[in-house]
């Protein structure tokens, strides 16, 4: 079947525009994440959706930052007022069942963020 | 949160040849994992180990886990030139996994 599917591949914004990432996980995920990674780095995690709900969305590094999973499937990440520092990889992955416990997490191949 | 620290930062090895990268964590954990990424493209899961767990294998892979020294190493056997990758350990606390730097493989032909 599919995999994590994330659009678009590579985004190019100017500084201070907005800008929505796409994710669709896999058909019948529960568990939904975003993580954040910058060149040369781990992934650093962002937010977790289970189902429409957000459960976690702590490492979202500022208010600017906006997540959204509103039928349990495709979610969305927002950026408004891009800065700079905002140019990274951006990854979506998603899990089969609730909790994150035991279970391995299937990545999309990311969406490259570059802000100009 | 805590996160793994791999070791080294890079290795470079001929094909046929061994390669161990090594995790250190600093809290107690439920679960490790190893990941695989090749360069842009997302990660890919190799293997989970447990915290009652000493080691496991997955083919070519070998991890094991000593929860008394905080340590965890992924043994990569026989490498080829197609394990040129990012493998990263990542740590579960609360709803999040954290990932470490990770370990540049470079196997060359």
């Known amino acids: 079947g599919a995999g994590v599917s994330q659009s678009p591949r590579y985004k190019v914004a100017k500084r201070g525009q907005d800008v929505a990432l796409r994710c669709d996980p896999i058909?019948?995920?529960?568990?939904l994440f975003w993580y954040q990674q910058a060149l040369g780095q781990g992934p650093e995690f962002l937010t977790y959706?289970?189902?429409?709900?957000?459960?976690?969305k702590s490492g979202l590094p500022s208010d600017r930052f906006f997540a959204e999973r509103p039928e349990g499937s495709v979610s969305t990440l927002k950026i408004q007022r891009t800065q700079q520092e905002d140019s990274a990889v951006y990854l979506c992955?998603?899990?089969?069942?609730?909790?994150?416990?035991?279970?391995?997490?299937?990545f999309g191949d990311g969406t490259r963020l570059s802000i100009l | 949160s805590q996160q793994g620290e791999e070791d080294p930062q890079a290795l470079s090895i001929q094909e046929g040849e061994n390669a161990t990268m090594n995790c250190s964590y600093k809290?107690?954990?439920?679960?490790l994992q190893w990941y695989r990424q090749n360069s842009g493209r997302g990660l890919v899961h190799l293997i989970l180990?447990?915290?009652?767990?000493r080691e496991k294998h997955s083919g070519r892979l070998r991890v094991t886990l000593d929860t008394s020294k905080k340590s965890s190493s992924l043994l990569i056997t026989a490498s080829r030139a197609a394990d040129t990758a990012s493998y990263f350990c990542?740590?579960?606390?609360?709803?999040?996994?954290?990932f470490g730097e990770g370990t540049q493989l470079t196997v060359n032909p």
């Open positions: 992955a998603s899990s089969p069942l609730m909790g994150v416990s035991f279970q391995p997490q299937h």
């Open positions: 058909s019948g995920h529960v568990s």
């Open positions: 959706f289970q189902n429409e709900a957000q459960l976690d």
């Open positions: 809290t107690s954990i439920n679960n």
């Open positions: 180990i447990r915290s009652n767990e």
């Open positions: 990542a740590l579960l606390s609360g709803s999040r996994l954290t």
